[in-house]
């Protein structure tokens, strides 16, 4: 019988506040949105919101995450819980003209430093680290009037560039650490026929729903204008002005604008801007897996990912984004970058991805 325990600790600096028994906890991650997870604790369970808080299970440590809500009805404490990565939902001004000339992990660490532990004392995190294992260049992103939502930006650089940002604490520490890393370039094959998958669904992509050319345009000065597009190929897609190869039949055409900012030219906004749209469709195949949670086949897996799934005679490329169990009696995965489930929260300006 599998033990569940939560622990709470203090935002400002760490310090344990309360631990509980849980009734068979509701935990998702996700790579995408800001998922719920949810505790339910006999009695009542001091915690306010913003803490961090920690679930174990078998005195192991499953997920870390921030306090979102909670009630006590007299009886039991039902406390609400978002990923750590909801400390990224908040904006910040940024010039995203340095990117051509900065990797990626070190224009992205400079904009934490300043959120989580610059003059403001009440926005500091405690022990605020942060640790690249990755290095990327050639990056650009799309123009926002100079103010960007930072969950926006790591969502943006995952499904772009590869680039996953994992957040965790330690309470020993009494710190809490930012850890840049890439995408695996290696796929796992995994076959959906084995007996520890329980069941899979798979809605593939449809092309017709998905643009693959994109018309751009400046805001400031119509004549300006560039074409690009979407061409697939196995794990790295391509986003060009090449019209003649290896083009998706039939042609989606989206028509959007680009405001380019100071110090960035229109032809890198309007890259930026078409990777943001075309990039969507690398990994557009919704597929939920079912695994046993004592499976083997689920100790080394982790979001972020890539595998190809065997179907039979169908073979699908695809990425894991989000893992969600309930008690640990199953675990179902989540590929894809595709989110049709109202029950998931969105806190990305209102878009559904």
Not at 247 to 266: A, L, N, S
Not at 275 to 300: G, K, N, P
Request: hydrophobic content about 40%.
């Amino acid at each position: 019988m599998k033990r569940f325990r939560i622990e709470i600790f203090n935002r400002a600096d760490l310090a344990f506040k309360a631990f509980s028994e849980v009734e068979d906890p509701d935990i998702y991650f996700d790579a995408l949105v800001i998922a719920e997870s949810t505790a339910v604790c006999p009695g009542k369970v001091e915690c306010a919101r913003g803490d961090f808080a920690q679930i174990r299970i078998n005195g192991k440590v499953y997920f870390q995450g921030t306090v979102y809500d909670y009630s006590y009805d007299g009886y039991r404490t039902e406390i609400t819980l978002h990923q750590l990565s909801d400390l990224l939902n908040i904006d910040s001004f940024a010039n995203v003209a340095l990117l051509s000339s900065q990797k990626i992990e070190v224009w992205f660490s400079n904009l934490l430093s300043a959120a989580f532990n610059g003059a403001d004392a009440a926005a500091r995190l405690p022990g605020f680290t942060v640790v690249r294992e990755s290095s990327t260049s050639g990056a650009h992103a799309a123009t926002d009037d100079g103010a960007y939502n930072l969950y926006d930006l790591a969502g943006y650089f995952f499904k772009i560039y590869g680039v996953i940002i994992d957040i965790s604490f330690d309470y020993m520490t009494r710190s809490v650490t930012f850890r840049f890393h890439a995408v695996p370039t290696s796929a796992m094959q995994f076959d959906l026929s084995v007996s520890d998958v329980i069941e899979f669904e798979i809605e593939p992509a449809n092309s017709s729903d998905s643009p693959n050319k994109v018309i751009l345009r400046n805001q400031a000065n119509a004549s300006q204008e560039a074409t690009y597009y979407w061409h697939p190929s196995d794990f790295s897609g391509t986003v060009d002005t090449d019209s003649t190869t290896n083009r998706v039949i039939p042609v989606v055409t989206q028509c959007d604008t680009v405001m380019v900012e100071e110090g960035q030219t229109f032809a890198k906004a309007a890259l930026a801007k078409a990777e943001e749209i075309l990039y969507a469709t690398l990994y557009d195949d919704l597929i939920h897996v079912t695994v046993r949670a004592e499976s083997a086949l689920i100790t080394d897996w982790g979001i972020g990912q890539i595998y190809i799934l065997h179907d039979g005679n169908r073979t699908f490329n695809t990425i894991l984004t989000a893992i969600h169990t309930e008690g640990m009696s199953n675990i179902e995965l989540t590929f894809g970058y595709v989110r049709k489930r109202l029950t998931q929260i969105l806190k990305m300006k209102g878009r559904t991805l």
